[in-house]
């Protein structure tokens, strides 16, 4: 079945530094892909998508793109700050937009520290 | 705030007891989904309802049950708990059906349980 697989964490980096969190998926068809963002003691909530292949999705300086090729949708920042820390999930969708059929399946997640 | 209310926020309970969470879904959005998020396996997908009927099935064990009202609103029970079964339960919901879907879900603040 489709799956998402993402680097584990955590990752440590000092503010301003450069990020990549990796993340690769299997699937039968064309899913949509997601970066979804988990501060402490909150829900998730979506940071970014892409719907087709070569899309870009970009969000609060954060940036992913959609390669078919290599099956991957990188999460990339220029230069994170402490208020980034969080746990980051990667997600595919494996259904079509209409009735309902939107289960995402999420990668394991990816926790970011950032340090001043 | 994501418009889905989770209830009750923390749980603690003994083992063999039943529980009911119960989800609010964003007004307008139709289909609501379950997961679970415990440390060992990440966030899986347990079950989704889409305006009152179930529309698919994840990783959702016998013991555990799920309805949606006509209200839309959704309840999850979980039954001859174990002290596995300790985990942050999250709701989410989404359009669904008729209107723009883009598939992005929204997700509740979850209901921590423990079963001691």
């Known amino acids: 079945g489709d799956s998402v697989t993402q680097m584990e964490g955590p990752v440590t980096l000092s503010e301003e530094a450069f990020l990549t969190i990796n993340c690769t998926y299997t699937a039968t068809g064309y899913p949509s892909l997601f970066w979804y963002v988990q501060y402490p003691g909150e829900g998730l909530q979506l940071l970014l998508k892409?719907?087709?292949?070569?899309d870009k999705g970009s969000n609060k300086g954060f940036e992913a793109t959609y390669r078919k090729e290599t099956t991957s949708f990188h999460l990339e920042k220029g230069s994170v700050q402490v208020s980034d820390s969080a746990v980051y999930f990667c997600a595919l969708s494996d259904g079509g937009f209409s009735g309902g059929y939107n289960k995402l399946i999420f990668g394991a997640g990816t926790r970011l520290a950032v340090h001043p | 705030d994501s418009g889905v209310t989770q209830t009750p926020k923390h749980l603690i309970t003994a083992t063999g007891q039943r529980v009911t969470l119960r989800c609010s879904p964003r007004?307008?959005?139709?289909?609501v989904y379950w997961y679970q998020q415990s440390l060992d396996q990440g966030l899986q997908f347990l079950i989704q309802?889409?305006?009152?009927?179930?529309?698919a099935k994840g990783n959702i064990l016998e013991r555990f049950s799920a309805q949606q009202f006509p209200d839309l609103h959704s309840e999850l029970n979980l039954s001859s708990l174990e002290l596995g079964d300790s985990a942050l339960y999250f709701c989410?919901?989404?359009?669904?059906?008729?209107?723009?879907?883009?598939?992005?879900?929204?997700f509740g603040e979850g209901s921590r349980l423990t079963v001691l």
């Open positions: 989410a919901s989404s359009v669904g059906g008729s209107g723009r879907n883009t598939g992005e879900l929204f």
């Open positions: 007004s307008g959005d139709l289909s």
């Open positions: 892409a719907t087709k292949a070569d």
């Open positions: 309802y889409y305006n009152g009927e179930e529309r």
